[in-house]
């Protein structure tokens, strides 16, 4: 159960209620009236709570819940335990992730503006909106409608801010325009200088980065994400982009639309991805590189070249990863054998 100081939850549901928001199928129509009171991982689940599958891996789990209900692919069915109702999808996770939203749901900002709040009387502050205490509001900044400012937040003369968004303690936005629905964790920092400059033996010369950073709908940026405003040109994330935590985004950089991100990564300025990409954790990527839609790299990749759309990469330098595996596996061949080698002369 959710520690009830940091998480309100709704409910209890029909399960015919669950059902219909997360888009599943009931095994049971006479379960239809069945009250659920929460959501659980299928280890901790209690009877009255519902729970999910979305890898065979946890096959155990399943066979040893107490949950009262779960979210199945119907391949997986006959390894639940007896009495157990099903719901059944293509995609468990997705089912319960839009389940869980209504037990959990985005919470709503309060129409309020602390006292401890430094507003500027040049910004724009849209209808239900909240603004936490030490939160600075510069002149000419527009935030819009239902938006929650949190504390210490900055924010930046000029910067664009869409409706529903949240903007969480500490982050500071400059030189940007915000779609609608856009979160920023803790500390994320968007906006700065980008790294540029010309290299001059006597001392580099700085080149002025007058670029801005745009920031489409949808979007989610991890805490302490760092994205730098473009040079002579934009940067660039598109709609429905998921960034995980310390991610580094240079300057120019365009993300397309509905890319992941995962923690650690970096790329560098001038660098196009195209739409629905994914990297792994501390993937590396040099700069003014192309990568195609749909590609997906592997954590701790070293990008030095463009990536084509659809491929899947992995290692240091960056290659196909049936490549990438086959060079490991030569490597362990030969180190078993060196060593083997080594203990016969000995």
């Known amino acids: 159960m959710a520690d009830p100081r940091f998480f309100q939850r709704q409910g209890p549901f029909r399960l015919a209620e669950l059902a219909a928001i997360g888009e599943l199928e009931l095994s049971d129509p006479a379960a239809a009236d069945m009250v659920i009171v929460d959501v659980a ?5 209690a009877p009255g709570e519902l729970s999910f599958l979305d890898n065979k891996a946890y096959l155990g789990a399943l066979a040893a819940s107490r949950a009262s209900v779960c979210i199945i ?12 109702v099903l719901l059944y999808s293509d995609q468990p996770y997705r089912g319960f ?29 849209g209808q239900g909106s909240q603004v936490d205490a030490g939160a600075v509001i510069a002149a000419g900044a527009e ?10 937040a900055t924010i930046a003369p000029g910067v664009v801010l869409g409706d529903d968004c949240i903007v969480g303690p500490g982050v500071s936005l400059s ?4 779609g609608d629905r856009v979160t920023f964790h803790p500390g994320g920092q968007i906006g700065q200088d980008g790294f540029g400059f010309a290299i001059d033996p006597s001392g580099h010369v700085k080149v002025p980065q007058i670029g801005r950073v745009l920031i489409g709908d949808d979007c989610d940026i991890g805490a302490n994400t760092t994205i730098d405003r473009g040079s002579m040109r934009d940067t ?20 397309g639309r509905g890319c992941v991100i995962a923690a650690m990564t970096g790329i560098s300025g001038s660098t196009k991805v195209g739409n629905f990409v994914a990297m792994g954790g501390q993937v590396g990527l040099a ?4 990568i195609g839609d749909g590609a997906q790299i592997a954590a701790q990749s070293g990008v030095m070249a463009d990536v084509p759309p659809g491929s899947t990469i992995g290692g240091t330098p960056a290659m196909p990863i049936k490549e990438f595996f086959r060079q490991v596996a030569t490597l362990r061949r030969l180190a078993q054998q060196r060593g083997r080698r080594d203990g016969e002369a000995r």
């Open 175 to 178: 030189h940007c325009q915000i």
């Open 287 to 290: 700069g003014h590189l192309t």
């Open 73 to 84: 692919a119907q391949r997986y069915a006959g390894q639940a335990p007896d009495g157990m």
């Open 143 to 152: 935030i819009g409608a239902r938006c929650a400012i949190g504390a210490n």
């Open 236 to 255: 660039v994330v598109g709609s429905g982009c998921w960034i995980d935590n310390l991610v580094q985004i240079g300057h120019n950089v365009e993300l």
């Open 41 to 45: 991982a299928l280890e901790t689940a």
């Open 97 to 125: 992730a839009l389940a869980a939203q209504a037990f959990y749901p985005r919470p709503r900002p309060t129409a309020m503006i602390s006292p401890a709040a430094m507003v500027d009387p040049a910004a724009t502050i």
